[in-house]
């Protein structure tokens, strides 16, 4: 097994690559916690040794997306700017994995999770299971493009605008989440199903991931990074820090003409 801070990776003897989020407490990843994922599943893709990939969690839930607080005790712009490129690296890195990735969700999947789960190849959840976007509380947009991927359009943008959650359940009526079952089978259902892939000719599960991938009718990643143009813009008018300070009972400095920071 090896460590990244806050991801464990363990190869398993079948090929199946177990990766464990485990950041209490709640799994909002640091920005070096989004970039030790992404390390983590890029490594994953390269070793030949990968046949498919098991994202899960530990603790009370999947992923609640990035840290707030880290953003708004830290000065100036560059946790905004880390999270956000940690966030698109780690994204990119499950889309782009040269194997399937199967997402084993517990808990809450909210922002950032929604991202992972939404660009992994499978997704599997327990029945306390729920998945939302709250973004736009917090004056931030981002996630769109994969929560798009879980639900029809229409009841993507009701759930994005509103920041309400989704069970998973539901999601299972709309072939996004493939099962649902009790929290302490959720990882026996994982890892059966990588089992079944890591089963197979990884040659042929490779080319099946690229062949998939290049039919996709969305660039997720131009489409992400299109969303983040959008939060930058709050962040630079002083929407986000106005927002994220109320929820996180902090209180950011902001940046004045005497203090361009």
């Given at each position: ?12 003897d079948?090929?199946i ?27 994953a ?57 199967i ?13 992972l ?8 959840a ?10 736009v ?8 493009t994969?929560?798009?991927?879980l ?13 309400r ?6 999601l299972v009526?709309h072939?996004?989440?493939y ?17 079944d892939?890591a ?5 042929v ?22 969303e ?20 996180a009972?902090?209180s ?8 361009p920071?």
């Amino acid at each position: 097994m090896t460590t990244r801070g806050a991801v464990t990776s363990e190869l398993r003897d079948e090929g199946i690559r177990v990766v464990t989020m485990d950041q209490p407490p709640v799994n909002a990843l640091s920005v070096q916690g989004w970039f030790e994922l992404a390390a983590t599943l890029d490594f994953a893709s390269a070793d030949q040794r990968t046949k498919v990939v098991v994202l899960r969690a530990t603790g009370r839930g999947f992923n609640a997306g990035v840290d707030i607080k880290e953003m708004q005790t830290t000065s100036g712009f560059d946790a905004l700017v880390g999270a956000n490129r940690g966030c698109f690296a780690a994204f990119k890195a499950v889309y782009e994995c040269s194997v399937p990735v199967i997402a084993a969700v517990h808990g809450f999947c909210l922002g950032g999770g929604v991202g992972l789960a939404g660009n992994s190849d499978v997704v599997v959840a327990s029945e306390d299971a729920y998945f939302g976007v709250p973004e736009v509380n917090q004056g931030a947009l981002g996630a769109a493009t994969h929560l798009a991927r879980l639900v029809p359009e229409h009841l993507m943008r009701t759930l994005y605008f509103t920041a309400r959650t989704i069970p998973a359940a539901e999601l299972v009526t709309h072939g996004s989440v493939y099962a649902v079952v009790p929290r302490d089978q959720l990882d026996d259902l994982a890892l059966e199903l990588a089992a079944d892939v890591a089963a197979k000719d990884t040659r042929v599960i490779r080319a099946a991931k690229a062949a998939l991938n290049g039919i996709d009718p969305v660039d997720v990643n131009r489409s992400y990074r299109f969303e983040q143009g959008f939060t930058f813009e709050l962040n630079l008018s002083g929407v986000s820090d106005e927002l994220r300070d109320a929820f996180a009972g902090t209180s950011k400095a902001r940046p004045t003409e005497e203090d361009p920071r």
